[in-house]
């Protein structure tokens, strides 16, 4: 994970594959994109499913196909995931990109088959994100310290109301239990190899969101995620 970081939000030039970018958006009118825990586990299972090179159509097609044939193996991958949070009303992701146009790809699949199904669970139209994924370029040692700790443990950076944390979900359990199902196991060793394990990765993450925490006080999820 050598490199420095560089902010690209416009995206007039194409995402460089090999390359690692802190991805976010949030829910249109900074509405809530997660109405109950089956909402957030159709996003989880989404970001799972919908990240292989060769489209897999429908989840529920998928989901039939899987139980039709045990031995389905699993693609190539677009993207290779570091770490992740998603919130109630936003998500944050870093990501590596491993296929020309494969972050853009991702998103194209995940947003809009997401959309799809949230709308015709929740009886609603209309645009549910708010416009285009933003991408960062990270391409600067010093900001990947600070932005992997602050993406890992996002929610510990609002004033999430406590009716709402179990719509909360993070790459910390993954890296706690060892057990990676949305993080990428290659991308995970590395970062703990570099910590020297979890437990020093785990008080690093807290020290940073600590120190974020200190710099601007807890923030509403209404309010705008500044990012560090």
Known sequence: MSGKYFFSFMRKNPLITNQYYHIYNRGVDKRDIFMNKADLNRFALSVKEFNVVTPIGSIKHLMFRKQEDSDVQRPNPLVSVVCYCFNPNHFHFILKQEVDGGISEFFKRLLGGYTKYFNLTHKRNGAL??????????????????????????HLV???????????????????????????????????????????????????????????????????????
Not at 139 to 153: E, G, Q, S
Not at 172 to 184: A, M, P, Q, R, S
């Open 129 to 154: 994100f708010q416009g285009r994924f933003k991408s960062n370029l990270i391409d600067d040692n010093a900001y990947f310290l600070k932005i992997r700790p602050y993406v890992h443990l996002n």
């Open 158 to 228: 609002h004033d999430i109301p406590k009716e709402k944390m179990h719509l909360v979900l993070s790459s910390e359990k993954e890296y706690d239990t060892g057990n990676f199902i949305i993080v990428t196991e290659r991308e995970a060793k590395g970062l703990l190899d570099f910590y020297n394990g979890n437990t020093n990765y785990k008080k690093e993450c807290l020290d940073v969101v600590s120190m974020i925490r200190e710099e601007r006080g807890l923030t509403s999820l209404l309010e705008e995620d500044l990012l560090p």
